[in-house]
């Protein structure tokens, strides 16, 4: 169970409070009265947590589980052991998900600025905000209501913000226009010059990088990850995106909706992502190329070509999922001594 | 254009004093008197733009534009539309830059040290620096004139930094000596212990690490890359060297003037790189190998040998870029059934 | 010879006590009472240094050195010039790292709260901690005897730390319990939020991440690198583990001790590392994967399947690193023409 040191706890909740917060449906037996205190794993959860059920390889653990209920679709639904409620779903995780949110919903910010942040008097602030130690607003930020600014952040001229947004510790904004609901990892460097420059024996001469990060609602950044502006086009994240810690992203990127980047990935200049795309950790995209909506790249693939919508790459130059695999296999072949192919 | 928010715009001026600046000439029937407002990309410059043809791709574009000025190569000069100022160059890309930076100069930090500032009495600061709000400057260290230490920096006893550096926000210096013109962006981490010790299954033994890092004039290092100082050599980044973000550069390494490396790079302890190297993102160079003058890394490199001057090398383990384009389309043939090569 | 603005020298000492402190013999002939004032590498080393022979590659630099004393194996000390005195021992690169502990040793911090660090009345310090300017402490925290907190760190709410730790300037601290002798390096970010949701078109769904991390005695943590929390689970870094600058380890990732992890790896969700394993720089382990006791991993490497213990294996996916080493030459051969295999 969570560390109280660290993490409070909602509730308890009844098995209908909990099913309407997760979109599932009780199942045939299950007391919607029956209160619960938790959620845990499988592997742990006793008679007072919810637990899930969203890989059929678990589907031992389920049967032989001792949670008081589980999430888990409905074809399912009577492997469970006969006094584990069920919650049927069409989407276990999801409804786990949300449900894990009820016990453990995220705190408003507790509103203050604290007196040793510093913040330009032509900063703007909306209410409700949270400035803790040591951050630096500088003049012309924007900043909507109900947001967090963690400690030693530094956020450069004329950056706008927007509602419910959280920049963890020791970041760094400049040039840029973030939106509602955004979160910001500790150590991310958003807005900082791209790297552009004519090549020259007597030395390389800079391009000025004249535009802006514009980051949309709901998106998240982790930690240490960097995100150059544009050199006179925008670098865009739109809506919804999940990046990871260390990413790298380049002037005049711009990603879709939803897309989600694992750790260490880094997209070159002006490469474009669609939009739901994945992409695993350690992956580059070289500049200037496109990844279509819907694709998928694995570990460590090296884009350096365009990728149509839908497909899945792996390999470094990238090609189709399956010719890599072929292609590792039969390398595989070859080495053990075996010329033919099969 | 560029957002006000964020840029201002020195101007206009006229063809006669873009051309001086940009080191180009005015083609036949250009108006030296003519003057633009600001630079632009062929695909949105207007009367008012001075934009650039660099790349035969864009021909078309350049044919069609409607800048009022174009930086182009002589013998394309005739392609431009009538009305289409044409600056000759023999390196337009160069040359646009430098219009570029005429357009928007990068203004001298304005002078002041911020009284969230907290420099240490036995510190010593040039004429000129700005010193913003949380920056922590230790003992004994020295900072040249018209320098900018951004807010929440810090920096340890005894570092030297030249004049007109600039120091971006929330970075890291210890053990360090500084050129002049350096950028350090945001986050860099530079000094800090290498990665040495002596592996020991009751402990590994840790090995001084007593040299520094040694940084030449006009270099430049991306946010979030780490420096570590030398073990007893120093660590040496040499004039005008361009590192972009999250980059590894471990003790000891040396490169030579003018080198480039992209994002995510990284040198292990010891290797060499020498002058006028390109090294693209996602590389990695073995520790205690040398990269010859000149030399090209493909993304995603892994280097284990030394790499001769002026030479492309790709793939892991590194071989010539063309030995690697064969392999990865030898691997592509064999994996579709096709066993017998060329 | 060290920069003596950045480094001060212990000693002299005599080679009796040299020998002890590095678990080494003096071989027949050695003066015990002889002095030496310093360390240094077999190249610059002079008769007032020691140096050592740990790699047969510099047996002709021995044969040839100028230093002091040197240590070396004892089938080796008679290769050494006759006025150079000798300390044997079976691990002369361990003993010399001991020696050169002697002459620089890492002093106490010297203690004092800076009156620009902001400490919550709630927190705890042990007796004789350094807290260095901007450094900000939140409500809970408990932190040991003689710690050091660099300059602008940021440490969350109820973290602990155990006695003689330091935590390297700008770095981040959250729902953490760190041990002692643990060394934080600049920039690091530990306990945030790890990359846990629910893919959902509609908008991706977050699962709350209620774990810890948990550094164990005597761990260091390179520059830069981020350690996200456990979601339910704890992420976990068992005593004496080295990880590098930029390395990224996600939730619930558990590593034994010992273990050694170079530059830009990446460790995905619940990977697991045993004891004594050697991580090379840019490795990426795959989530859920395990990679056994005292395995190694090349550069580079790709882990897609479990690693068995002690086996070395390279390539992406990950191979046994001598079939690796084949299928590259193998490639090699092919793209040359040469169709069939020796």
Known sequence: ??????????????????????????????????????????????????????????????????????????????????????????????????????????PLPEPGIHPAAVIDPAAVLGAGCRVEAGAVIDAGVRIGARCLIGANVAIGPAVEIGDDTRIGTCASLSHCLIGARVMIFPGVRIGQEGFGFAIDRSGHVKIPQLGRVLIEDDVEIGANTTIDRGSGPDTVIAQGCRIDNLVQIAHNVRIGRGS?????????????????????????VADHRSVGDGARLAGQTGVTRDIEPGATYGGTPAVPVRQWHRQSAHLARLARGKAAPE
Chains 1, 2, 3 share one sequence.
């Open 260 to 284: 989600v980047i694992a750790a260490q990935s880094a997209l070159a200049g002006s490469a474009r992502v669609g939009d739901f795309v994945q992409i695993a950790g350690q992956v580059g």
């Open 1 to 106: 169970m969570p560390d109280p040191r660290f993490y409070a706890v909602a509730g308890p909740f009844t098995l209908a409070e909990i099913a309407e917060a997760a979109g599932a449906e009780l199942a045939v037996g299950a007391d919607p009265t029956r209160r619960l205190c938790d959620v845990a794993p499988l592997s742990h959860a006793t008679a007072e947590h919810l637990s899930f059920l969203a890989n059929l390889k678990y589907v031992d653990a389920f049967a032989a589980c001792r949670a008081g209920a589980c999430v888990a679709p409905a074809a399912l639904a009577d492997r469970a052991p006969a006094d584990v409620a069920v919650l049927t779903s069409d989407n276990p995780y999801k409804s786990f998900a949300l449900a894990a949110q009820l016990f453990h919903p995220v």
